[in-house]
C-alpha cells in the first residue's frame, strides 16, 4: 500500500496530465450534476475555491451560484501561525491576489472575511478521497484545522464539507487521521457520493 505522499504525488500528477478540453469537460459534468442536488440547491453561503494544480475547477458551478443568487467565498489564509482559512465574499472578476502557496486569494479588508461557522456548504478540493467520505488534501491541513468543531457536534451539522474531485481520484480506502474531519459528501465529474 502506497504512503499518503505517495499517493499524493500519484493523483496529483495523474491530474495535471489531463489537458485543457478533458479538465473543462469534467467541469462542466461537475457542475452540471451537482447543481441539482438538494444539498446545492439549499445553501445560500457557499464556498468555493480557485482551482490549482490540476484540481477539478468548479468556476461552472459558481457561475450557476451566482445566477440563483447564492453568495460566493474563497477561502483565504489567516496568519502564518494560525494556519486555518477564513472566506472572503468573491463575484467573477474580482481582484484576487497570490497567497504564500501561489493560489488566488481575493483582495478585500480583513474586517470583511468570514469565519467557516457562517457558511451553509463548503466545497473543498480532494487529491484522493474513498467511499467512506475519507480525503487526501495538500497535506496543510488547513481544512481540518478550520473546520475541527464539526467533529464535536451531532445534531445541528453546518457548514456541510462537501470534496470535489475527479472520479478516477477515488480509491479503496484511506486510513483516517485523529484530525481528519469528515466530509458530507464527495462530487465529482460522476456525480454525488454521499459519506
Known amino acids: 500500500m502506497k504512503s499518503r505522499q505517495q499517493l499524493r504525488a500519484a493523483m496529483r500528477q495523474k491530474r495535471r496530465a489531463l489537458s485543457h478540453q478533458q479538465r473543462d469537460y469534467f467541469a462542466r459534468q461537475f457542475a452540471h450534476r451537482f447543481s441539482k442536488t438538494q444539498l446545492f440547491i439549499n445553501s445560500h453561503n457557499v464556498a468555493f475555491y480557485l482551482a490549482?494544480?490540476?484540481?477539478?475547477?468548479?468556476?461552472?458551478?459558481?457561475?450557476?451560484?451566482?445566477?440563483?443568487?447564492?453568495?460566493?467565498?474563497?477561502?483565504?489564509?489567516?496568519?502564518p501561525y494560525q494556519k486555518k482559512l477564513l472566506f472572503a465574499k468573491y463575484h467573477e472578476g474580482d481582484p484576487v491576489v497570490f497567497n504564500r502557496y501561489g493560489i488566488g486569494e481575493p483582495v478585500i479588508a480583513a474586517c470583511s472575511r468570514v469565519r467557516a461557522r457562517q457558511l451553509d456548504l463548503v466545497l473543498t478540493p480532494l487529491v484522493a478521497f474513498d467511499a467512506q467520505g475519507n480525503r487526501i488534501g495538500m497535506g496543510g491541513g488547513f481544512y481540518d484545522r478550520s473546520f475541527a468543531f464539526l467533529r464535536?457536534?451531532?445534531?445541528?451539522?453546518?457548514?456541510?464539507?462537501?470534496?470535489?474531485?475527479?472520479?478516477?481520484?477515488?480509491?479503496?480506502t484511506i486510513n483516517d487521521e485523529s484530525w481528519d474531519v469528515p466530509l458530507s459528501a464527495i462530487a465529482t465529474d460522476n456525480g454525488l457520493i454521499a459519506t
Do not use: T
Open 152 to 172: 464535536q457536534r451531532r445534531q445541528w451539522i453546518k457548514p456541510r464539507l462537501v470534496g470535489v474531485g475527479y472520479g478516477f481520484q477515488q480509491i479503496d
Open 52 to 79: 490549482n494544480d490540476g484540481e477539478l475547477d468548479p468556476l461552472h458551478l459558481m457561475r450557476i451560484a451566482w445566477s440563483m443568487g447564492k453568495s460566493c467565498y474563497l477561502p483565504v489564509l489567516s496568519a
